[in-house]
C-alpha cells in the first residue's frame, strides 16, 4: 500500500492556515474576533464547498449504492459520537490515494483507495470515527478562530487547497508555499493535540458502534509505515506531519485495557469494496482482476468478488456473463440492495423490462430506506421510455425526499421524455437551485417562461418561483458586498 504525497498535502492544507483567497460564493463570517464560529455559519460554509464539489471535482463520484453504504456506516458511528444530532453527510471520491477529509459542517469525504485499502470494516470506520471527531470536537472552528487575524478567506483557502491537493500535487505545494512559515510552525503543535484528541474520541465511538476497537491502530500503523516512504525526500513541512509513532502508541494503550473480541464484516462493505474495485480500469482490466481473485481464493467473501465480476461484465455489456455469476450467487444465498440493484439492471440491459422493474419493485419494499434502489428504479423506467410513470415515482418521492437533487433531475428527464419542455426547466430550476446555483435556477426557470407548452398554473408556478430565485439571488449579493 503506498501513501501519496497529496494525502500528506492535503492534511496540511486541511490543518494549516492560508493566506486570505477569493471567496465570492461564500457567506461572510462576520466578527471573527468572537473567538467563535457559530454552527449555523459553519454548516452554510460546508454546503457551499461541497456544492462546488458536486459542480466541478471532476474525481466526485456519483454512485448511489457506495454513497448509501457511507452514509449508513457514517450515520451509525455518529449516533453514538459526543453529538449525535450534528448531522453529517458522507460522499465519495473516486481516487485511489488513501484519504478521508473533514469539512466544515460534517461533510465528509472518502476516496476510493481508502475503501480498497481499508482490509476489515473496523478500519475503515475507525478513519470516519476520526472523521467525525474532528467535526464534533470543532476542530475547524477553533483552529481558524485560535487566531483573531484569520477570518473567512483563510477558511475557505484551507477547504479549496484541500481538492487542490487531491488532483494535483503541484497545486497543494503551491497552496502551501503560500501559508506563512510562522503560522505553520506555530500551529502544527496544535494540530497534533486535534489529532490526539480526535484519536480518543474516534476510540470510543468505535467501540460504543459495536466495531472492533483495534481497527483504527491496525489501519493507521500501515498508514505511519507508508509515510516513512517519504520521509528521505519530503519537505521540512512533510517530516512534521502530525501522524506520529506517538499517536501509535497511544492508540494500542487503548486497545490494551478493551478485551479482543472479532466483529465480522457486513455484506455491504465487501460489496462496495468489490464494486470500487470493478469500477477501475477497463472493463477488461476489472474481468481479469475479479477473475484472478476467485481464482487465487483471495477473498473473505466470495458472493462480494462474484459480485464484482459481474458488475466488471456489465460494464462490458457482457449480460449473459453478469447474470451466469447472480446465478452462482443466489446459490450462495447472498442478500443486499446492491446485489438486487445490480440484478435488475442486467435482466432491463438484456431486454427483460418486466422481471428486471419486478425486482426493483420488491427489492424496494424489502429495503425501503436504500436511495440506491429508488434511484435505480427510477433511472430503469426512464430507460425504457415509461415516462409517465418515471414521473409519477419521481413526483411521489419528492415528497418525502424534496431536497433530492438526484430526484429533481431525474424529474425534469421525466418531463422532458414527454415532450413538456416548460417543466422540464421547472424542475431543473429546482435542482439548480438545490447545488446553490442560483443564477443558473433563474436562467432555467426564463427558459420555462419560453417554452409555450405551460398551462396558466403551472406558468403561475414558474412566475412564483423566479420572483423568489430572485430575491434569494439579490440577497446573496448583498450578503457579499456587506
Known amino acids: 500500500m ?25 457567506p461572510e463570517l462576520g466578527d471573527v474576533a468572537s473567538n467563535d464560529l457559530s454552527l449555523s455559519t459553519e454548516k452554510k460554509i460546508g454546503q457551499q464547498i461541497m456544492h462546488e464539489i458536486r459542480w466541478r471535482e471532476p474525481t466526485y463520484l456519483d454512485d448511489a449504492d457506495i454513497e448509501a453504504y457511507l ?13 449525535p ?12 490515494n488513501i484519504n478521508a477529509f473533514a469539512m466544515p459542517g460534517g461533510y465528509i469525504g472518502v476516496h476510493t483507495g481508502l475503501i480498497v485499502s481499508a482490509q476489515t470494516e473496523s478500519e ?30 483563510s477558511m475557505v483557502a484551507m477547504a479549496l487547497a484541500l481538492l487542490a491537493a ?48 483495534r481497527g483504527m491502530g491496525v489501519f493507521f500503523d500501515r498508514l505511519q509505515k507508508a509515510v516513512r516512504l517519504y520521509e528521505n525526500n519530503a519537505t521540512a513541512y512533510l517530516r512534521t506531519h502530525p ?101 435488475a439492471d442486467v435482466l432491463i440491459a438484456k431486454g427483460n423490462e418486466v422481471e428486471g422493474l419486478a425486482i426493483y419493485r420488491d427489492s424496494m419494499v424489502r429495503y425501503p430506506l436504500n436511495l440506491g434502489l429508488l434511484y435505480g428504479y427510477a433511472a430503469a423506467l426512464i430507460g425504457t421510455r415509461r415516462h409517465d410513470e ?33 417543466m422540464q426547466h421547472r424542475a431543473l430550476a429546482e435542482a439548480f437551485a438545490l447545488q446553490g446555483q442560483t443564477a443558473g435556477a433563474i436562467e432555467q426557470l426564463h427558459q420555462a417562461q419560453k417554452a409555450g407548452d405551460a398551462n396558466f398554473f403551472e406558468m403561475s408556478s414558474i412566475d412564483a418561483r423566479l420572483r423568489e430565485l430572485k430575491q434569494r439571488l439579490f440577497d446573496e449579493q448583498k450578503e457579499k458586498r456587506n
Not at 18 to 23: D, I, K, N
Not at 183 to 194: G, P, Q, V
Open 390 to 422: 418515471a414521473l409519477r415515482f419521481t413526483e411521489a418521492k419528492l415528497g418525502s425526499y424534496p431536497d433530492d437533487v438526484r430526484l429533481h433531475r431525474m424529474r425534469a428527464e421525466s418531463y422532458a421524455g414527454l415532450g413538456r419542455k416548460a
Open 85 to 96: 444530532g450534528f448531522g453529517f453527510y458522507f460522499f465519495p471520491i473516486d481516487d485511489r
Open 124 to 153: 475503515l470506520a475507525g478513519v470516519l470515527a476520526h472523521e467525525i471527531s474532528h467535526v464534533t470536537q470543532r476542530h475547524i472552528a477553533r483552529q481558524v478562530f485560535q487566531s483573531k487575524q484569520i477570518g473567512m478567506a
Open 71 to 83: 452514509n449508513q456506516l457514517g450515520g451509525r458511528l455518529a449516533a453514538v459520537s459526543s453529538d
Open 2 to 26: 503506498h501513501l501519496s504525497q497529496r494525502f500528506i498535502a492535503a492534511f496540511l492544507a486541511c490543518t494549516l492556515a492560508l493566506q486570505p483567497v477569493a471567496a465570492d460564493d461564500l
Open 166 to 213: 487531491r488532483s494535483s500535487g503541484q497545486m497543494a505545494g503551491a497552496a502551501i508555499a503560500t501559508t506563512q512559515a510562522g503560522a505553520i510552525s506555530a500551529r502544527l503543535a496544535f494540530s497534533r493535540d486535534f489529532e490526539r484528541e480526535a484519536d480518543r474520541q474516534g476510540f470510543e465511538i468505535l467501540g460504543k458502534a459495536g466495531f472492533d476497537v
Open 243 to 343: 501522524l506520529s509513532g506517538e499517536r501509535l502508541t497511544d492508540m494500542q494503550n487503548r486497545e490494551q485495557a478493551v478485551p479482543y473480541r472479532q466483529v465480522p464484516d457486513s455484506v455491504d462493505f465487501q460489496l462496495v469494496r468489490a464494486k470500487v474495485r470493478a469500477m477501475q480500469g477497463t472493463p477488461g482490466d476489472a474481468i481479469k482482476d475479479m477473475g484472478n481473485l476467485l481464482r487465487e481464493r483471495k477473498f473473505a467473501s466470495e458472493a462480494a468478488i462474484r459480485y464484482g465480476l459481474a458488475y466488471a461484465h456489465y460494464r462490458n455489456r457482457d449480460w449473459d456473463g453478469a447474470e451466469r455469476e447472480f446465478e452462482i450467487i443466489r446459490r450462495l444465498k447472498a442478500s443486499a440492495p446492491m446485489l438486487e440493484h445490480l440484478r
